[in-house]
């Protein structure tokens, strides 16, 4: 396959800002503000290609990504979903404003990679979560491979499922 040839995406990631943006190098930053997560706890979903990869390799020290499930895309999308101007986003104005029926056939979409959350109308391209509930049961300061939360994390649905 040639280089100009593009891949579609086949899957979707969940990204989660766990560290804010406090002491920041520059490239870093500008990667956050980029994936829509500029601030602590938020979250967004991102196709899977080598272009968001690359993205996520650099913010590594900041992040934690995991496959996205429809399950967990719909909750998050009933729970945590925003209007640009911060209210919250309703099934009925998903129907009005976009091609979908519902959540679940959205986090289908989602799930999927056929659909982007910067592609919505009326929608924030962006999930603001809270503090999970009991706490962080591992560092956050260390990649999930020396015992963290960062990076490539096969645990953070359920850590984001506390933070619903």
């Given at each position: 396959m040639s280089n100009t040839e593009?891949?579609?995406?086949?899957?979707s990631l969940l990204v989660v800002n766990l560290r804010g943006l406090v002491n920041t190098r520059a490239p870093v930053r500008?990667?956050?503000e980029q994936l829509s997560i500029?601030?602590?706890?938020?979250?967004?979903?991102v196709p899977d290609d080598k272009v968001y990869r690359g993205m996520l390799r650099l913010?590594?020290?900041h992040v934690a990504w995991c496959k996205l499930t429809s399950s967990l895309a719909e909750k998050i999308l009933k729970t945590?979903?925003?209007?640009?101007?911060?209210?919250k986003f309703s099934e009925a104005e998903l129907?009005?404003?976009?091609d979908y029926q519902s959540f679940a056939d959205l986090a289908k979409g989602l799930?999927?990679?056929?659909v982007k959350l910067t592609n919505l109308y009326g929608m924030r391209p962006f999930f603001r979560l809270g503090p999970p509930r009991g706490g962080f049961r591992?560092?956050?300061?260390?990649?999930?491979s020396a015992g963290g939360l960062l990076g490539q994390n096969e645990e953070l649905s359920k850590l984001v499922e506390r933070m619903l």
């Open positions: 593009t891949e579609g995406a086949t899957s500008t990667t956050l500029a601030r602590r706890f938020n979250a967004t979903i913010s590594k020290e945590r979903s925003e209007k640009s101007t911060g209210r129907k009005e404003n976009n799930e999927s990679g056929k591992r560092s956050s300061r260390r990649q999930f």
